[in-house]
């Protein structure tokens, strides 16, 4: 073992030891257990020379990182956040984005950026460097800017960089940034992506008039509706677009935050769905397959609706209990996750002990 990583190693067990009574007050006894071995392996392992995590895919998984690090209550001079944020500063432009040059993914990686800068603005120390990334990525949003009117099935959606389509799970992550940020729900760009999001939903309605509304009309969430209609999980053969957990919980959540009631028909119908499809060990629709990600959607969604058990059609579910069980157990030795079904990057230890961290934010 290196000698900076024994010198990391060390400040983050001092911490550890200092911050456990705090800690535990938290949550459950299993849960500070699997912060613990989770930073662990972030500090030893994880985390580059630079202050990064996988940079050879850009700077977004040092964003999801560090959003999930200060979710678990490290603090913003943590040796291992104070690092990663340095390296993120450094992915600066002058546009106000956080992106890695000539990225074909720079709203997203200047959304998971604003996140982790949100929550490390306890001093209002990166209050201007937020707010030149937030007006970065409403100019990234689909819009009058693209040309398009609020007719469009793709507006204000958001997507990768590269613009090629706007999607709901970067609309998702936009408006978590920008919430994160303290933008109100009255906002004009949250009110655009809304429009967006309702559009991502098979439920016909007043808010949905696309092609796709009432072919299936399972209240669920797919992928998106441009470019001629994507789900990850296929389709029907009428053409319906089929609905998958992942995003119901992505559309569910982004509609609660944009300000839609908790009782409005489409917060329902999105209930209904996953109530007939309830999993803490699988993404309903999807199987193994962003399994990590759904997790952490999963929690953050059940969290915005504020129930304590979730009811399903085989009963009711201690979803926090369960979700803290299915994630203790498949925990590796080192401290970190990875997905066998390596899709959509979660192959990658620190992507995906990322995203359970952000998942155990929600488990106390």
Not at 74 to 85: F, G, N, T
Not at 313 to 328: P, S
């Amino acid at each position: 073992m290196k000698l900076t990583s024994l010198l990391s190693f060390g400040l983050v067990a001092s911490w550890m030891v200092s911050s456990f009574s705090f800690l535990q007050a938290q949550g459950p006894a299993e849960r500070l257990e699997m912060v613990k071995k989770a930073v662990g392996y972030l500090s030893d392992v994880g985390q580059a020379e630079d202050g990064s995590f996988s940079s050879k895919t850009g700077p977004g998984v040092t964003g999801l990182v560090v959003a999930g690090l200060l979710s678990v209550d490290l603090p913003p001079d943590h040796p291992v956040v104070a690092k990663s944020l340095k390296y993120l500063q450094s992915t600066r432009h002058e546009d106000g984005g956080l992106y890695a040059p000539k990225s074909t993914h720079a709203n997203y990686e200047t959304c998971l950026a604003i996140m982790a800068f949100s929550k490390a603005n306890q001093d209002g120390k990166y209050t201007d460097l937020i707010r030149g990334a937030e007006k970065f990525v409403k100019l990234q949003q689909w819009d009058e800017g693209e040309g398009i009117k609020s007719d469009d099935v793709a507006y204000g959606g958001a997507g990768y960089g590269s613009k090629s389509r706007p999607d709901l799970s970067n609309t998702a992550f936009l408006i978590d940034a920008l919430r994160s940020a303290g933008v109100s729900e009255e906002d004009e760009a949250i009110k655009k992506a809304l429009a967006f999001v309702s559009r991502c939903q098979n439920l016909e309605s007043a808010n949905n008039r696309t092609e796709f509304a009432s072919k299936i009309n399972d209240g669920g969430f797919y992928y998106t509706p441009a470019n001629g209609g994507d789900s990850m999980a296929g389709k029907e053969e009428n053409g319906g677009l089929r609905s998958y957990a992942s995003m119901t919980y992505a559309g569910m959540k982004s509609m609660i935050f944009a300000g839609v009631d908790k009782e409005d028909f489409r917060v329902k119908a999105a209930k209904k769905f996953l109530y007939n499809n309830y999993s803490v060990s699988t993404n309903p629709g999807m199987g193994s397959s962003g399994l990590y990600y759904y997790q952490h959607t999963m929690a953050k969604a059940l969290a915005a609706l504020g129930e304590k058990e979730f009811g399903a059609k085989d009963g009711n579910h201690d979803w926090k209990a369960e979700l803290l069980i299915q994630l203790k157990n498949t925990q590796k030795e080192n401290g970190s996750w990875t997905n066998p079904d390596a899709r959509w990057m979660e192959g990658d230890p620190n992507l995906v002990t990322g995203y359970v961290l952000l998942t155990l934010a929600y488990l106390k």
